[in-house]
């Protein structure tokens, strides 16, 4: 028998036995704790669980009397079986669902653009080699401008002393 079963048959136990000692009225709180209740017709209906009470709030479990404890036991037990954590966790997973689909539609965009800045910054770089390409161009240019002038000024410095020194007729 596990620890777990064990413990259930002896709370089961002593919930019976304070339940037949005289002066204890303790079976009102199994009732409120969402165990089926039967109606006049015959059939059985769940109530939805109570919170535990204001002392137990917050407590540890190893805290609690056994009489508490079976009724923490039978608020849990009832908590689980009204079946409003199950439609809870399916609206939770739709929800999931839904934020998972915008996910993939962001990352897909995300992929997107990135592929559209991987062309972008190719585009750029071709055009800065060429701006740097035209750049020298027009560099050696200037260059080659500025050694024909002064080639010019030399020759024309030597054609003007050479004209000085011989008379015109």
Do not use: C
């Amino acid at each position: 028998m596990s620890t777990t079963s064990t413990f259930i048959a002896i709370v089961v136990d002593i919930k019976s036995a304070a339940m037949a000692t005289p002066g204890h009225h303790h079976h009102h709180r199994v009732k409120r704790a969402g165990v089926p209740a039967a109606t006049p017709g015959g059939a059985k209906t769940r109530r939805a669980p109570l919170p535990p009470p204001r002392a137990l709030r917050g407590a540890a479990v190893h805290e609690l009397s056994v009489v508490a404890a079976f009724d923490e036991l039978a608020r849990n037990a009832a908590m689980l079986q009204d079946g409003a954590a199950e439609e809870a966790m399916l609206k939770l997973v739709r929800r999931t669902g839904a934020w998972a689909k915008r996910w993939r539609d962001a990352e897909v965009a995300r992929r997107d653009q990135a592929a559209i800045m991987r062309e972008k910054n190719r585009e750029l770089l071709a055009k800065e080699y060429k701006i740097k390409q035209a750049r020298k161009i027009v560099e050696d240019e200037r260059k080659g401008r500025m050694q024909a002038e002064a080639e010019r000024d030399v020759f024309a410095k030597q054609v003007g002393s050479r004209i000085a020194t011989y008379p015109v007729p």
